[in-house]
């Protein structure tokens, strides 16, 4: 079974990835915030934990954390889990290490998605639907053929979404190379990162994670 973690921008089709590598493969993504909403949700030992924290307006704790991401490992994880949004700090990677052993597991591989910023700004920005009929459309890649028609239904309007904007693209794409700064150098000493061209087409991405999680890269 294989643990991975799985890094990429906003964009970058990570979501994507996870939710093919979930598919095809068995494995679980074992997302911070969703597990957290979940636990508590199902009233597990951890989750009331974490539920008390959070009604006092704290952060939960690594601890917690770590017990969570424990708690899914042991009940649903055994073909495999992708980790998202955790770990963020040296200090977590060292307790997701604990806590993989402790399993006789370790961490397989660190996957990042390497995208060019401002081509990938490009796309994100130029992206719009039709209001209509929600056929997707860009703006340098994809027009109508009619100018202010879509294509499938004809209708005349059409819409983007408020966060598609270049300022809001950048402050999370600044905000994602903060979250990983702390890491990736940790990984890195550890020889664990490997890259693959997160610009490339989703076919294109898919072959190249598939190709280092099968150990053929
Ligand atoms: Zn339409």
Same mark, same amino acid.
Request: contains cysteine; proline residues 5%; charged residues 30%.
């Given at each position: 079974?294989?643990?991975?973690? #799985?890094?990429?921008?906003?964009?970058?089709?990570?979501?994507?990835?996870?939710?093919?590598?979930?598919?095809?493969?068995?494995?679980?993504?074992?997302?911070?915030?969703?597990?957290?909403? &979940?636990?508590?949700?199902?009233?597990?030992?951890?989750?009331?934990?974490?539920?008390?924290?959070?009604?006092? !307006?704290?952060?939960?704790?690594?601890?917690?954390?770590?017990?969570?991401?424990?708690?899914?490992?042991?009940?649903?994880? *055994?073909?495999?889990?992708?980790?998202?949004? /955790?770990?963020?700090?040296?200090?977590?990677?060292?307790? #997701?290490?604990?806590?993989?052993?402790? =399993?006789? =597991? $370790?961490?397989?591989?660190?996957?990042?998605?390497?995208?060019?910023?401002? &081509?990938?700004? +490009? +796309?994100?920005? !130029?992206?719009?639907?039709?209001?209509?009929?929600?056929?997707?459309?860009?703006?340098? /890649?994809?027009?109508?053929?009619?100018?202010?028609?879509? *294509?499938?239904? !004809?209708?005349?309007? /059409? @819409?983007? =979404?408020?966060? *598609?904007?270049?300022?809001?693209? $950048?402050? +999370?794409?600044?905000?994602?190379?903060?979250?990983?700064?702390?890491?990736?150098?940790?990984? &890195?000493?550890?020889?664990?990162? =490997?890259?693959? *061209? !997160?610009?490339?087409?989703?076919? &294109?991405?898919?072959?190249?994670?598939?190709?280092?999680?099968?150990? @053929?890269?």
């Amino acid at each position: 079974m294989l643990n991975i973690i #799985l890094l990429g921008p906003p964009g970058a089709g990570k979501g994507t990835q996870a939710a093919r590598l979930q598919a095809e493969r068995g494995m679980i993504q074992l997302s911070t915030g969703d597990m957290l909403r &979940e636990a508590v949700a199902a009233g597990t030992p951890v989750g009331l934990k974490a539920k008390a924290v959070m009604e006092r !307006g704290e952060l939960v704790s690594d601890a917690i954390v770590s017990a969570l991401i424990g708690e899914r490992l042991d009940a649903s994880a *055994d073909k495999g889990a992708i980790f998202d949004g /955790f770990p963020r700090t040296k200090h977590q990677a060292a307790a #997701l290490e604990i806590l993989l052993a402790q =399993r006789g =597991r $370790r961490l397989d591989h660190v996957i990042e998605l390497v995208v060019d910023e401002d &081509e990938l700004v +490009r +796309r994100i920005v !130029g992206r719009f639907t039709c209001a209509k009929c929600g056929a997707p459309y860009h703006d340098h /890649f994809r027009l109508p053929a009619v100018p202010g028609v879509c *294509d499938v239904c !004809g209708s005349t309007k /059409f @819409k983007r =979404r408020p966060d *598609d904007n270049e300022e809001t693209v $950048r402050t +999370r794409m600044a905000e994602y190379r903060a979250k990983t700064a702390p890491i990736l150098p940790y990984y &890195e000493d550890k020889g664990l990162v =490997r890259r693959v *061209d !997160g610009m490339a087409s989703v076919d &294109e991405v898919a072959a190249q994670i598939d190709a280092i999680v099968d150990g @053929k890269a």
